[in-house]
């Protein structure tokens, strides 16, 4: 079992920044994969940033250039970096684990909200 724990989420005003935590516990040895989605009101949940276990990124095209995703593999943790945040970020955003198998874990997710 794999458990992800969620923190950093908050108010911040556009153009500011704010970084997001997630802690994965468990049996890690058999993630392979990182991420962060998010979930806007009646908005389907989209793919945000994704890392591999060899370092390999992805970001939606609506983050790149604002977004990083970091880790610190000796925390088990990885991170969402947000910069020059706008109010079309306002969402849950959620942590995600996926195994080499395909199963993807969880974490409960933590409102971000962009606005003056």
């Known amino acids: 079992q794999v458990q992800l724990v969620e923190s950093g989420g908050g108010l911040v005003q556009p153009g500011g920044s704010l970084r997001l935590s997630c802690a994965v516990s468990?049996?890690?040895?058999?993630?392979?994969?990182k991420g962060w989605y998010r979930q806007a009101p009646g908005k389907q949940r989209e793919l945000v940033a994704r890392i591999t276990n060899d370092g390999s990124t992805n970001y939606a095209d609506s983050v790149k250039g604002r977004f990083t995703i970091p880790r610190d593999n000796a925390k088990n943790t990885v991170y969402l970096q947000m910069n020059s945040l706008k109010p079309e970020d306002t969402a849950v955003y959620y942590c995600?684990?996926?195994?080499?198998w395909g199963l993807g874990y969880w974490g409960q997710g933590t409102q971000v909200t962009v606005s003056s």
């Open positions: 468990g049996s890690i040895f058999i993630i392979k994969t």
């Open positions: 995600y684990a996926e195994n080499g």
